[in-house]
């Protein structure tokens, strides 16, 4: 069994719809966790960042983190064609350094 | 602010030949790191290092990936010999010393056939 696992998708959307993005883990130690936006040809961007659980806001983007559940995700409002891209979760343990584990990442399109 | 970059962007190689890859991190990031993706999988980290030191390197999958980071500036990854399984996109990140969220470079595409 993975470590993280994340739907690949492909996820196609209208243009403005709410988009939803999921990962689930399963070490528990986890509790820095990350979102990247990688386009293709391009290394991986990083939008959000979240310690422990929680919810944090960023424009158009909310990222939320249930621990009980090992369960995170990523919230796109008003999603734009600009979005289109691949979506990858990234996590990590308090005291492992700065190594990240991935999920496969989610593939997402928005149609104009 | 110049990012990350890697070079070259993309190789292809023999299998059995040598092949050393080029990361050149952001200015003033002490921390470097090197990932991998191969075909249908996730992005695995392969190494860290802090300055010129290797911190972390249990991702390395052995003996033929060689990392090092002169001076504690540019770091390359050598192949040798590169084997078929090789083949993936290697990444290379970097931060500051006090810092979560890491900035990646492009990638280079590897090749092995």
């Known amino acids: 069994q993975k470590e993280v696992e994340q739907d690949p998708g492909p996820l196609s959307v209208p243009e403005g719809a709410i988009v939803s993005l999921n990962c689930t883990y399963s070490?528990?130690?986890?509790?820095?966790f990350m979102w990247y936006r990688q386009y293709s040809r391009k290394g991986p961007e990083l939008l959000m960042y979240t310690y422990s659980s929680g919810n944090k806001e960023d424009g158009r983007f909310t990222a939320q983190v249930d621990k009980s559940s090992k369960y995170i995700s990523l919230f796109i409002r008003d999603s734009q064609p600009s979005d289109s891209a691949t979506y990858l979760c990234?996590?990590?343990?308090?005291?492992?350094?700065?190594?990240?584990?991935f999920g496969g990442g989610t593939r997402l399109m928005v149609k104009p | 602010e110049a990012g990350v970059t890697q070079f070259p962007s993309h190789s292809v190689i023999e299998k059995g030949q040598t092949v050393t890859l080029r990361c050149d991190p952001i200015?003033?990031?002490?921390?470097l790191y090197w990932y991998r993706r191969v075909m249908g999988k996730e992005i695995k980290f392969l190494l860290h290092?802090?300055?010129?030191?290797?911190?972390?390197e249990s991702g390395m999958p052995n003996n033929r990936f060689l990392a090092e980071r002169t001076g504690g500036t540019y770091s390359t990854l050598k192949v040798q010999p590169a084997e078929l399984e090789d083949s993936g996109v290697y990444f290379c990140?970097?931060?500051?010393?006090?810092?979560?969220?890491?900035?990646f470079g492009s990638g280079t595409r590897l090749t092995v056939v």
């Open positions: 200015s003033g990031h002490d921390n």
């Open positions: 990234a996590m990590r343990p308090n005291n492992a350094g700065n190594m990240l584990t």
């Open positions: 290092f802090v300055k010129e030191s290797k911190q972390d």
């Open positions: 070490n528990s130690a986890f509790q820095y």
């Open positions: 990140a970097s931060s500051p010393l006090e810092g979560y969220g890491y900035t």
